[in-house]
Antibody
Framework: QVQLQESGPGLVKPSQTLSLTCTVSGGSISSGDYYWTWIRQPAGKELEWIGRINTSWNTIYNPSLRSRVTISVDTSKNQFSLKLNSLTAADTAVYYC??????????????WGQGSLVTVSS | QSVLTQPPSVSGAPGQRVTISCTGSSSNIGAGYHVHWYQQLPGTAPRLLIYGDTNRPSGVPDRFSGSKSGTSASLAVTGLQAEDEADYYCQSYDSSLSGWVFGGGTKLTVL
């Protein structure tokens, strides 16, 4: 059973950079045609897809965040990471890492981490 | 304003059937992209409930079913149980936005 776990600081100052890591267990991050994804959810609001990467370092980012986001992967540690710079209070959210498909030619987010609350405040 | 529109809330009594709609457009659901549904219990991460429009992952009760027609999709829950009380989100791909999008979420209340 694949498990994902986010880690990183819970409080970051405005204008600084958020750094989160997702550790994958129960399987190799390099096996299969999966994409490793970051999704966030501000309190009481909907989910927002941030971006994804595969182990060939192919990345796609949400156009609304593209200028501030970097997602990377470390296959030796079975981890992938998120960096989001120039933070404002609007970036305060629970950040989830997730695995994306494929399942029978569709690409759902089938495994999720438990989420990491990041608050942007001075 | 979400790209995929869901009703903010639905409710039903135990044992009843409820449906949650997800309305998109020609750049997402109407373009043929798959719709997936997630259940989010309070304080927990979303859980995949329906994938590829109509398919249930193993472990999901057959009380949950998905359908799609035109630019809309629906999630049906039959035989409502107290444990079904949660937020439900639809999700698809949008070619205009070049990314994956979620609905605004629907809170299901079991009366």
């Amino acid at each position: 059973q694949v498990q994902l776990q986010e880690s990183g600081p819970g409080l970051v100052k405005p204008s600084q950079t958020l750094s989160l890591t997702c550790t994958v267990s129960g399987g190799s991050i390099s096996s299969g045609d999966y994409y490793w994804t970051w999704i966030r959810q501000p309190a009481g609001k909907e989910l927002e897809w941030i971006g994804r990467i595969n182990t060939s370092w192919n990345t796609i980012y949400n156009p609304s965040l593209r200028s501030r986001v970097t997602i990377s992967v470390d296959t030796s540690k079975n981890q992938f990471s998120l960096k989001l710079n120039s933070l404002t209070a609007a970036d305060t959210a629970v950040y989830y890492c997730a695995r994306q498909g494929p399942i029978s030619s569709s690409w759902p987010f089938d495994y999720w981490g438990q989420g990491s609350l990041v608050t942007v405040s001075s | 304003q979400s790209v995929l529109t869901q009703p903010p809330s639905v409710s039903g009594a135990p044992g009843q059937r409820v449906t949650i709609s997800c309305t998109g457009s020609s750049s997402n659901i109407g373009a043929g992209y798959h719709v997936h549904w997630y259940q989010q219990l309070p304080g927990t991460a979303p859980r995949l409930l329906i994938y590829g429009d109509t398919n249930r992952p193993s472990g999901v009760p057959d009380r949950f079913s998905g359908s799609k027609s035109g630019t809309s999709a629906s999630l049906a829950v039959t035989g409502l149980q107290a444990e079904d009380e949660a937020d439900y989100y639809c999700q698809s791909y949008d070619s205009s936005l070049s990314g994956w999008v979620f609905g605004g979420g629907t809170k299901l209340t079991v009366l």
